[in-house]
């Protein structure tokens, strides 16, 4: 496996055009009255990576839906080597040597991997066994340094092993492009940056590779040429060698996110949460004997770091009611809640930001308004003895729409399915933080948004916290964590291997005690 070279000057190598929209335009039934994108230009070339950057809603997973066959168009022309082409499904694309990696992984959990493959063939398993099928993804995996097990049942499998697994399924088809959407989005920094070699290492094969990202350090850790696309249109191309952070920040976002955020002190020792010796159902050999113990004041910023898969989901979904303790106490304002219901946390006031914002976050079918009052339909001024308030629901919507900054085409025609992670996510920080709750479990609550997103999240938590709510924060991005709280504590195979003030955290031990090396002095 070659490592990272310098990104090549595309333009002067010449390198084949392989893929090329020209004049793209794509409208969707009840969207405004304007395209989600206007009359695009933009082609990948053999043996490059292309990116595509650009904020939430701009049309970045559009365009390759539309490239790969899974969207149609409502305008333009697509060309594959010079020549026109009609792509009316995800088939045609592999046909024509064109494969999407998506940022919401599409793999059937319990299947495993060759399993998996196989459902997009066309033969059986009768003429094409399975055998065949698991030694092929050893052969890719093996020539890709993608290291997963064709056998492995895909729910076994961490969030980066997964996004390995959806990588080699469609190099199992040979295309000539790959469109990746999001890739990093569920990886480990260490994770993400071999990823940068694979995809390097493809390109340098001759493939064109189309890199689908909003993090303005990955287009610089891996790309040849950059596009940036703003509200469905194109700010213009350019060869990585010729532009620079400022610049491209400037076309995408406007505005960046600040390092630190200036907060006053916690006010009070009132314990809004306070966990004792909790053990996680499925935990019992995997943490610690004694179970995790930690308290958390009103009005302050507990923030949990940690690599995926080190007991976060667990405690997580043990302190929502979405999971059951197998001993324990969960002291919430002062109640036991060790075991109650999920409504039973929702009526006590605790808000929760779910990591798997599609599955647990909103119900994809039902409408945006829906969604928007999810949790308080049942309640005035929304509802009037079991008869919803439509008119209420739908002046509430507007107003977290409008104050979250989400691009919703129709609140009661739009289906939370069509719209992107980023905006979907908005919506849950709207719907889960208007009302000003005692106490917030936010996980990776700003995965999949853009700068001025991410920027006003902060501030958001920031005021919440000034209010007095109580924010358990979990997430992998250490800027994140160091930025926004007060104490930070690090999970590691389900126990807390450190706990500091935040003030003092150093990154460099914050990152030893994220990979298993703990500390007696930060021990808590």
Not at 204 to 221: N, Y
Not at 308 to 329: D, H, Y
């Given at each position: 496996m070659p490592?990272i070279?310098?990104?090549?000057q595309i333009?002067?190598?010449g390198?084949e055009?392989?893929l090329?929209a020209?004049?793209?335009s794509?409208g969707?039934?009840?969207?405004?009255?304007?395209?989600i994108?206007d009359h695009?230009?933009?082609?990948?070339?053999a043996?490059?990576?292309?990116?595509?950057l650009g904020?939430?809603?701009a049309g970045k997973?559009?365009?390759?839906?539309?490239l790969?066959g899974y969207y149609?168009?409502?305008a333009?022309?697509i060309?594959v080597?010079g020549?026109p082409v009609?792509?009316?499904?995800?088939?045609d694309?592999?046909?024509?040597?064109?494969?999407?990696?998506?940022?919401?992984l599409?793999l059937?959990?319990?299947?495993?991997i060759a399993?998996?493959?196989m459902?997009?063939?066309?033969?059986?398993?009768?003429?094409?066994p399975?055998r065949k099928?698991e030694?092929?993804?050893g052969?890719?995996?093996?020539?890709y340094?993608?290291?997963?097990?064709?056998r492995?049942?895909v729910?076994?499998l961490s969030a980066?092993?997964q996004q390995?697994?959806?990588i080699l399924?469609v190099?199992?088809?040979?295309p000539?492009?790959l469109?990746?959407d999001?890739p990093?989005?569920?990886?480990?920094p260490?994770?993400a940056?071999h990823?940068f070699?694979v995809?390097?290492?493809?390109?340098?094969?001759?493939?064109?590779i189309?890199?689908?990202?909003?993090?303005?350090?990955?287009?610089?850790a891996?790309?040849?040429?950059v596009?940036?696309?703003?509200?469905?249109?194109t700010?213009g191309?350019?060869?990585?060698?010729?532009?620079n952070?400022?610049?491209?920040?400037?076309k995408t976002?406007g505005?960046?996110v600040?390092?630190?955020?200036e907060?006053p002190?916690?006010?009070t020792?009132?314990?809004a949460?306070?966990?004792?010796n909790?053990v996680?159902?499925s935990m019992?050999?995997?943490?610690?004997?004694?179970?995790l113990?930690?308290?958390?004041?009103?009005?302050e910023?507990l923030g949990f770091?940690?690599?995926a898969?080190?007991?976060q989901?667990?405690l997580?979904?043990?302190?929502?009611?979405?999971r059951?303790?197998?001993?324990?106490?969960?002291?919430?304002l002062g109640?036991?809640?060790?075991n109650?219901?999920?409504?039973?946390?929702i009526?006590?006031?605790v808000?929760h930001?779910?990591?798997r914002r599609?599955?647990?976050g909103?119900?994809?079918?039902?409408?945006v308004?829906?969604n928007?009052?999810?949790?308080?339909?049942r309640?005035a001024p929304f509802?009037?003895r079991?008869?919803?308030?439509?008119?209420?629901i739908?002046?509430?919507?507007k107003?977290?729409?409008a104050?979250f900054?989400?691009?919703?085409?129709?609140?009661?025609e739009?289906?939370?399915?069509?719209?992107s992670?980023?905006?979907?996510q908005?919506?849950?920080?709207?719907?889960?933080?208007w009302q000003?709750?005692p106490?917030?479990?936010?996980?990776?609550?700003t995965?999949?948004?853009?700068?001025k997103?991410?920027?006003?999240?902060?501030?958001?938590?920031l005021?919440?916290r000034?209010?007095?709510s109580a924010?358990?924060l979990?997430?992998?991005?250490?800027?994140?964590?160091m930025?926004?709280s007060?104490?930070?504590?690090?999970?590691?195979?389900g126990a807390?291997?450190g706990l500091v003030?935040?003030?003092s955290?150093d990154?460099?031990?914050?990152?030893?005690w994220?990979?298993?090396g703990?500390?007696?002095a930060g021990a808590p």
């Amino acid at each position: 496996m070659p490592t990272i070279t310098p990104n090549s000057q595309i333009d002067q190598l010449g390198g084949e055009i392989l893929l090329e929209a020209r004049g793209i335009s794509k409208g969707f039934p009840g969207v405004w009255k304007h395209l989600i994108l206007d009359h695009i230009d933009f082609d990948v070339r053999a043996g490059e990576v292309h990116t595509l950057l650009g904020e939430n809603g701009a049309g970045k997973t559009v365009i390759a839906n539309i490239l790969s066959g899974y969207y149609g168009k409502t305008a333009g022309e697509i060309r594959v080597k010079g020549q026109p082409v009609d792509l009316r499904s995800p088939r045609d694309g592999l046909r024509h040597g064109i494969a999407m990696v998506h940022q919401e992984l599409m793999l059937v959990p319990a299947f495993t991997i060759a399993q998996n493959v196989m459902i997009g063939l066309q033969t059986s398993s009768f003429s094409f066994p399975l055998r065949k099928v698991e030694k092929r993804i050893g052969e890719l995996a093996a020539r890709y340094q993608l290291k997963v097990d064709p056998r492995a049942r895909v729910e076994d499998l961490s969030a980066g092993e997964q996004q390995r697994a959806e990588i080699l399924k469609v190099l199992f088809h040979e295309p000539e492009v790959l469109l990746l959407d999001e890739p990093t989005s569920l990886l480990t920094p260490h994770e993400a940056d071999h990823l940068f070699v694979v995809l390097r290492a493809m390109a340098q094969e001759g493939k064109g590779i189309v890199f689908i990202t909003h993090k303005m350090k990955e287009v610089f850790a891996v790309s040849d040429r950059v596009t940036v696309l703003k509200l469905g249109k194109t700010q213009g191309t350019q060869p990585i060698a010729n532009t620079n952070e400022r610049e491209l920040t400037r076309k995408t976002f406007g505005e960046t996110v600040p390092e630190y955020m200036e907060r006053p002190p916690v006010r009070t020792e009132d314990k809004a949460i306070d966990v004792k010796n909790l053990v996680p159902q499925s935990m019992e050999n995997k943490g610690p004997a004694l179970g995790l113990s930690f308290e958390l004041r009103k009005g302050e910023i507990l923030g949990f770091a940690g690599v995926a898969g080190n007991g976060q989901t667990e405690l997580i979904e043990c302190i929502t009611g979405l999971r059951r303790a197998e001993r324990g106490e969960i002291i919430m304002l002062g109640r036991n809640m060790a075991n109650r219901s999920p409504r039973a946390f929702i009526e006590l006031g605790v808000a929760h930001i779910p990591e798997r914002r599609r599955e647990m976050g909103v119900v994809e079918p039902m409408f945006v308004a829906e969604n928007v009052v999810l949790k308080d339909y049942r309640k005035a001024p929304f509802s009037n003895r079991s008869v919803l308030n439509r008119k209420e629901i739908t002046r509430h919507s507007k107003e977290l729409v409008a104050r979250f900054n989400a691009l919703v085409p129709d609140l009661w025609e739009t289906e939370s399915r069509i719209l992107s992670g980023g905006n979907i996510q908005r919506l849950i920080l709207g719907r889960e933080t208007w009302q000003r709750p005692p106490i917030i479990i936010a996980s990776h609550p700003t995965e999949g948004l853009d700068a001025k997103a991410i920027r006003h999240t902060w501030e958001l938590f920031l005021a919440l916290r000034e209010n007095g709510s109580a924010i358990l924060l979990v997430s992998e991005d250490l800027d994140e964590i160091m930025s926004l709280s007060d104490r930070i504590g690090v999970l590691f195979e389900g126990a807390i291997v450190g706990l500091v003030d935040a003030k003092s955290a150093d990154r460099e031990q914050l990152g030893r005690w994220m990979a298993g090396g703990a500390s007696e002095a930060g021990a808590p």
